[in-house]
């Protein structure tokens, strides 16, 4: 159905032809994650660019993150989601325990996104400046399902700590470290991230992430990350480059959705980007040459056209023969 109703539409958009809108198709949701994280703000944006460009009415459903996201999009529930590329691999694979040996291999990427490099922030009065501190403590880390929650608890292991951890929206967690509940919030998201600003304005607070020999160790663990550096200056009080360790994101689609409408989608969201960045800064990494940080999860068919229109090479082993 949702093919036919997009046909009238189709050979306007394999031309490329600016702004064309889709023919009344059946409206569309983006999974996105929770208050207080980048994927909630970047999916909003996202949705209002998608909608204004392609005449598609784009709404956003708030979930706990990637893992619930290809849950969503896997089972035809949601038409579009945002990931991480270490989720993703789980969920590929069937290898994380979320996961519950299931593949997941319906689903196709669009998209880059932007690098999601891992952060800790705590009260300056607590004392806690490094990352070691913080065994035996109480740590939040976002969403359950989202990435943070999925990696920390792994992070700790792999250092041979242990910790008490907390979930919930990434705007709870920033209050109850406020609030004296968590001895420490860490968190992964696209920069600046929303909760860490609000601590950042209103408290007193540490900024830190790991030390060289804990991320190679981080790295021996998790062959996915990739090594990151958050800028001095993200947050007023983060006065120096942090190194860290960081997953990129990707824009997701059921393989069933219509070739003409994946294309129209990458092809919006690529070609408007300063649009995107204006929503938010993590999307000056939403550029066509970042396609190849997927290096395993199969594009879209509708995005490979794009792609090679525009003469973007892409990792062999993310294209379907």
Not at 142 to 159: E, H, N, R, S, V
Not at 190 to 217: H, M, N, R, Y
């Given at each position: 159905?949702?093919?036919?109703?997009?046909?009238?539409?189709?050979?306007?958009?394999?031309?490329?032809?600016?702004?064309?809108?889709?023919?009344?198709?059946?409206?569309?949701?983006?999974?996105?994650?929770?208050?207080?994280?980048?994927?909630?703000?970047?999916?909003?944006?996202?949705?209002?660019?998608?909608?204004?460009?392609?005449?598609?009415?784009?709404?956003?459903?708030?979930?706990?993150?990637?893992?619930?996201?290809?849950?969503?999009?896997?089972?035809?529930?949601?038409?579009?989601?945002?990931?991480?590329?270490?989720?993703?691999?789980?969920?590929?694979?069937?290898?994380?325990?979320?996961?519950?040996?299931?593949?997941?291999?319906?689903?196709?990427?669009?998209?880059?996104?932007?690098?999601?490099?891992?952060?800790?922030?705590?009260?300056?009065?607590?004392?806690?400046?490094?990352?070691?501190?913080?065994?035996?403590?109480?740590?939040?880390?976002?969403?359950?399902?989202?990435?943070?929650?999925?990696?920390?608890?792994?992070?700790?292991?792999?250092?041979?700590?242990?910790?008490?951890?907390?979930?919930?929206?990434?705007?709870?967690?920033?209050?109850?470290?406020?609030?004296?509940?968590?001895?420490?919030?860490?968190?992964?998201?696209?920069?600046?991230?929303?909760?860490?600003?609000?601590?950042?304005?209103?408290?007193?607070?540490?900024?830190?992430?790991?030390?060289?020999?804990?991320?190679?160790?981080?790295?021996?663990a998790m062959p996915e990350w990739s090594d990151s550096v958050i800028p001095k200056g993200t947050?007023k009080q983060q006065t120096a480059d942090e190194k860290t360790v960081g997953v990129y994101n990707?824009?997701?689609?059921?393989?069933?959705?219509?070739?003409?409408?994946a294309y129209a989608i990458v092809k919006a969201v690529l070609e408007n980007n300063a649009a995107?960045?204006?929503?938010?800064?993590?999307?000056?990494?939403?550029?066509?040459?970042?396609?190849?940080?997927?290096?395993?999860?199969?594009?879209?068919?509708?995005?490979?056209?794009?792609?090679?229109?525009?003469?973007?090479?892409?990792?062999?082993?993310?294209?379907?023969?």
């Amino acid at each position: 159905m949702f093919r036919r109703v997009l046909m009238a539409a189709s050979a306007a958009v394999a031309l490329g032809a600016a702004g064309a809108a889709l023919a009344q198709p059946k409206p569309m949701t983006l999974g996105t994650a929770s208050i207080g994280g980048t994927y909630f703000i970047y999916g909003g944006v996202l949705a209002k660019l998608l909608t204004d460009k392609l005449g598609v009415n784009i709404s956003t459903q708030q979930t706990q993150g990637p893992n619930q996201n290809i849950l969503l999009v896997d089972d035809k529930k949601v038409e579009l989601g945002m990931t991480t590329m270490g989720v993703a691999l789980q969920a590929w694979t069937g290898k994380g325990d979320w996961t519950k040996g299931k593949k997941f291999e319906n689903i196709r990427a669009l998209f880059p996104m932007y690098d999601t490099p891992f952060q800790c922030v705590a009260l300056k009065k607590s004392g806690v400046t490094a990352f070691k501190q913080l065994d035996g403590k109480t740590v939040g880390v976002g969403p359950k399902a989202g990435t943070p929650g999925t990696y920390m608890p792994l992070i700790f292991q792999a250092l041979g700590m242990k910790a008490t951890i907390r979930n919930g929206q990434g705007s709870d967690m920033a209050g109850q470290l406020s609030d004296g509940i968590l001895d420490a919030f860490c968190f992964g998201a696209g920069l600046p991230i929303a909760a860490f600003s609000q601590l950042d304005a209103e408290k007193e607070v540490v900024f830190f992430t790991w030390t060289d020999d804990e991320i190679a160790k981080i790295k021996t663990a998790m062959p996915e990350w990739s090594d990151s550096v958050i800028p001095k200056g993200t947050y007023k009080q983060q006065t120096a480059d942090e190194k860290t360790v960081g997953v990129y994101n990707f824009a997701i689609a059921h393989k069933d959705l219509p070739d003409d409408v994946a294309y129209a989608i990458v092809k919006a969201v690529l070609e408007n980007n300063a649009a995107m960045v204006q929503g938010h800064e993590a999307a000056k990494e939403t550029v066509p040459a970042n396609a190849a940080r997927n290096a395993f999860l199969p594009f879209h068919p509708g995005a490979v056209k794009y792609y090679k229109e525009k003469n973007i090479p892409l990792d062999p082993k993310a294209v379907l023969k």
